[in-house]
């Protein structure tokens, strides 16, 4: 089924779409720092170039897109009626690139969290919030 928007609408929608300083992200950051965690944004050294790196705690935050990351049994993660091909090639591109570079930084040491944006909605946004920090202060072997 064709686009029903023109491609240069389709690429302005597109090109506003944040790779970084996501709110999702912002909030997750906030909530660290008012909490005490130091840490540092996409590290280009570290594979994936990770949201949120915590070094004392040997932890890594990814904060994923439902829709982009193909997120299981999501109802945010539809796939779109039109060009339904194309989205499912990208999706599972992003799908085998996060499985990749999350096996190469757990390889390397680090602990990897993946928060999904849907546990981020207010009604459940406390309780993720302390999930997050209790996973931070756990010991790897937990």
């Known amino acids: 089924m064709p686009d029903k928007i023109s491609q240069a609408t389709r690429s302005h929608n597109m090109s506003k779409i944040k790779g970084k300083d996501t709110k999702p992200e912002l909030l997750i950051r906030r909530f660290l720092f008012a909490n005490g965690f130091r840490y540092r944004l996409h590290d280009k050294k570290l594979p994936g170039k990770p949201d949120i790196i915590l070094p004392k705690y040997e932890t890594i935050i ?3 897109g439902c829709f982009w990351h193909g997120h299981l049994n999501c109802n945010r993660a539809s ?3 039109t060009r339904t091909e194309w989205w499912l090639e990208k999706i599972n591109k992003n799908i085998a690139n996060d499985q990749k570079n999350t096996k190469a930084l757990e390889e390397k040491g680090w ?3 993946v928060i999904w944006t849907c546990k981020l909605r207010p009604i ?3 309780q ?3 999930e997050i920090r209790k ?3 756990a010991k790897k072997s937990d």
């Open 79 to 81: 796939i779109p009626k």
């Open 124 to 126: 459940l946004l406390n």
């Open 128 to 130: 993720s919030l302390e």
């Open 111 to 113: 602990k990897v969290l």
């Open 135 to 137: 996973c931070i202060l």
């Open 62 to 64: 990814l904060i994923n």
